[in-house]
C-alpha cells in the first residue's frame, strides 16, 4: 500500500516568518493530497487540496506544490501567526480508495 | 451546513466490554470513513462506507465492525475492549469527490 513520510515532526518559526512542511509518497497512482490542520481537542480540518493534474495551488497565506515525478508535495504557510499554531497532517489517496495519512507536524509559532 | 456530528463524545469503558460509536455525515454526503488516532500510530484507516456497503477496509481485527445505514448515517462496533483499543476515533464524510470533512471525534478510554 501506500506509504506517506512527513517532515518535520515539529516545527517553531517567529510570527510573520514563513513555514514549510514536507511529504514524501510512494504509490504513483495517488493522485489526491490534502493537508489537514488539528487543533487540540478538535477533529482534522481541511485547510487546502491538490489534485495530480495541477503543480501547484495557493490560498491566501497558503500554498501546497506538487512534484509528481519526485512524489512529494510540501505545504507552504507565509506571514505565520500565532493561530497558525496546531498540527498539520499531509494525506495522500488514489480516488475511491483510502487515505494515507503522514504522522503530522506540530507547528508553534512564537510570538 | 451542519458539520460531521459525532456521538457521544467522551466514553470510559472496561476492558471486555463492546462499545458502538455514531457518526452523522454533512447533509447530502454518502461516503462516511473511520479512523482511529493515537499519538503513537497517528491517523489510521479503519473502514469506509458508501451507500450502506464497505468500499474499503484497513487493517484491523474483526473485532472492529462498521456499518451504514439508508440515510448515511454511519455506526462503528468494538467487540471485546482491548487497553490499546483507547484513542480518538473519527469519523469523514465526503460527497462524491475525495475531499473528507472530519468530525470531532470520540474519545475512548479503556480501562
Known amino acids: 500500500g501506500e506509504n506517506v513520510e512527513q517532515h518535520p515532526s515539529t516545527l517553531s518559526v517567529q510570527e510573520g516568518d514563513s513555514a514549510v512542511i514536507k511529504c514524501t509518497y510512494s504509490?504513483?497512482?495517488?493522485?489526491?493530497f490534502p493537508w489537514y490542520k488539528q487543533e487540540l481537542g478538535k477533529g482534522p480540518q481541511l485547510i487546502i487540496d491538490i489534485r495530480s493534474n495541477v503543480g501547484e495551488k495557493k490560498d491566501q497565506r497558503i500554498a501546497v506544490t506538487l512534484n509528481k515525478t519526485a512524489k512529494h508535495f510540501s505545504l507552504h504557510i507565509t506571514e505565520t501567526q500565532p493561530e497558525d499554531s496546531a498540527v498539520y497532517f499531509c494525506a495522500a489517496s488514489v480516488t475511491g480508495n483510502q487515505f494515507y495519512f503522514g504522522t503530522g507536524t506540530s507547528l508553534t509559532v512564537i510570538p | 451546513k451542519a458539520g460531521v456530528t459525532q456521538t457521544p463524545r467522551y466514553l470510559i469503558k472496561t476492558r471486555g466490554q463492546q462499545v458502538t460509536l455514531s457518526c452523522s455525515p454533512i447533509?447530502?454526503?454518502?461516503?462516511v470513513s473511520w479512523y482511529q488516532q493515537t499519538p503513537g500510530q497517528g491517523l489510521q484507516f479503519l473502514f469506509e462506507?458508501?451507500?450502506?456497503?464497505?468500499?474499503n477496509k484497513g487493517n484491523f481485527p474483526g473485532r472492529f465492525s462498521g456499518r451504514q445505514f439508508s440515510n448515511s448515517r454511519s455506526e462503528m462496533n468494538v467487540s471485546t475492549l482491548e487497553l490499546g483499543d483507547s484513542a480518538l476515533y473519527l469519523c469523514?464524510?465526503?460527497?462524491?469527490?475525495?475531499?473528507?470533512?472530519f468530525g470531532p471525534g470520540t474519545r475512548l478510554t479503556v480501562l
Open positions: 447533509s447530502g454526503h454518502r461516503s
Open positions: 462506507y458508501f451507500s450502506e456497503t464497505q468500499r
Open positions: 504509490d504513483s497512482a495517488s493522485n489526491y
Open positions: 469523514a464524510s465526503s460527497p462524491e469527490t475525495d475531499t473528507q470533512y
